[in-house]
């Protein structure tokens, strides 16, 4: 049995649509190569022993760690503090990254995600590990002043989730996967690492203070 569920023809746009609002996401799977790329990425960074996908995605993509300090720690000794505790209001605890080993999604459909140093709460009501209608709320209101306001993006043509808890490859940090159609390469370019629009204090206000 492969380690990871293989999916040979890409996902259309309506299937992607189908998927996530029906929440069935433990349908989506990587193409074989893209599986084997992500396969050879993590076997690379763990031989390091000092190294882990968590410590390597915080020093060399989202720039929130110091090599020095986190190598010599281990992944549950590193506490990556926000600066505020509402959810997308300061900058700092937020970046927008590509996905490096996206879903077998078709060509023109691009995967990215928004990572956060806030941990964004679990609705402990869900047997699953999923979040809250509050939680989606606020959610959208930044996915909207970043991605239609700020670039133009239909709402129709973006698609957002959040795995379950028991779908994360990276647990110690959340993490929003965004889906989106219809823009191209140099508007998605100008997205990268940055945090996007952030919320006013009194449009996050819906969503209760995080744990930090």
């Known amino acids: 049995m492969p380690l990871f569920k293989i999916r040979q023809s890409p996902y259309q746009w309506e299937e992607v649509v189908d998927i996530v609002r029906s929440n069935k996401l433990e349908r989506f ?33 989202l720039q929130w ?6 190598r010599q720690l281990d992944d549950s000794q590193i506490v990556i503090k926000p600066k505020s505790t509402m959810l997308f209001v ?12 996206p879903y077998n ?9 928004v990572w956060t140093k806030f941990k ?4 402990p009501l869900s047997p699953i590990g999923d979040i809250s209608a509050d939680t ?20 129709e043509n973006l698609l957002w989730f959040k795995n379950w808890e028991s779908l994360q490859s990276v647990k110690a940090m959340s ?13 998605v370019k100008s997205m990268l690492y940055t945090s996007g629009v952030c919320l006013t204090k009194e449009e996050s206000s819906m969503e209760a203070t995080v744990v930090c």
């Open 175 to 187: 993490h929003i996967h965004v889906i989106i159609q219809g823009v191209d390469e140099a508007t």
């Open 29 to 61: 799977a990587r193409s074989g190569p893209d599986s084997e790329k992500y396969l050879k990425f993590k076997k690379q960074v763990v031989s390091d022993p000092q190294m882990s996908v968590f410590k390597y995605l915080l020093i060399n993509q």
């Open 136 to 155: 989606r709320t606020v959610i959208e209101r930044y996915l909207k002043k970043t991605f239609c306001e700020k670039y133009g993006i239909k709402w």
């Open 120 to 123: 964004i709460p679990v609705d």
């Open 90 to 101: 300061e900058p700092s605890d937020v970046k927008i990254l590509k996905n490096d080993f």
């Open 65 to 70: 760690a110091q090599s020095e300090t986190a």
């Open 105 to 113: 999604f078709a060509e023109g459909i691009h995967h990215l995600c």
